[in-house]
């Protein structure tokens, strides 16, 4: 076997990988975390949110990046199939600039509110935010999600 073979497998395989446990990662925070904190006062909420959205951050980040890198990789050593990899690439990396265009300011509210040990006085402004962390954090995963089965399609043919 080649080596360019292997070095393709090895990064089909780690885009594929990375990718689908980051949607993973994501959704199990949008459909098993969030909903978890709903009955809990703002102070109890974002004293949870605030070290899992840095425990997240350590993890997603990495994921995304090395998604994106095995698929952009698979894309420039399949000519034949480089537009479905690099669409791969494309949405894996997606989730970053979704992050900080449209979940930015959400985070740096909860981890102000956070900051100020969730006083009572923020708790509705809490709540409301996590549900919009929910949803966009729910959409973010599914950004993973077609990236991942993009490049399983790809690399199973079926594309």
């Given at each position: 076997?080649?080596?360019?073979?292997?070095?393709?497998?090895?990064?089909?395989?780690?885009?594929?990988?990375?990718?689908?446990?980051?949607?993973?990662?994501?959704?199990?925070?949008?459909?098993?975390?969030?909903?978890?904190?709903?009955?809990?006062?703002?102070?109890?909420?974002?004293?949870i949110?605030?070290?899992?959205?840095?425990?997240?951050?350590?993890?997603v980040?990495?994921?995304?990046?090395?998604?994106?890198?095995?698929?952009?990789?698979s894309?420039?050593?399949?000519?034949?199939?480089?537009?479905?990899?690099?669409?791969?690439?494309?949405?894996?990396?997606?989730?970053?600039?979704?992050?900080?265009?449209?979940?930015?300011?959400?985070?740096?509210?909860?981890?102000?509110?956070?900051?100020?040990?969730?006083?009572?006085?923020?708790?509705?402004?809490?709540?409301?935010?996590?549900?919009?962390?929910?949803?966009?954090?729910?959409?973010?995963?599914?950004?993973?999600?077609?990236?991942?089965?993009?490049?399983?399609?790809?690399?199973?043919?079926?594309?």
């Amino acid at each position: 076997m080649s080596s360019s073979s292997d070095l393709f497998r090895a990064s089909t395989f780690l885009g594929i990988t990375a990718t689908l446990v980051h949607s993973g990662v994501s959704l199990a925070a949008s459909q098993l975390v969030i909903p978890s904190m709903k009955h809990l006062s703002a102070a109890e909420a974002t004293s949870i949110f605030v070290p899992f959205y840095h425990r997240g951050a350590q993890v997603v980040v990495p994921l995304a990046l090395a998604s994106a890198a095995g698929s952009a990789t698979s894309a420039y050593l399949d000519p034949v199939k480089r537009y479905q990899y690099a669409a791969a690439a494309f949405l894996a990396v997606l989730s970053q600039p979704w992050t900080i265009i449209m979940m930015a300011p959400i985070n740096s509210r909860l981890l102000e509110i956070g900051a100020e040990r969730g006083e009572e006085k923020f708790a509705g402004e809490a709540m409301n935010l996590l549900l919009k962390w929910q949803t966009l954090n729910a959409f973010r995963s599914l950004f993973a999600f077609a990236g991942g089965a993009l490049a399983l399609a790809t690399y199973s043919g079926l594309l």
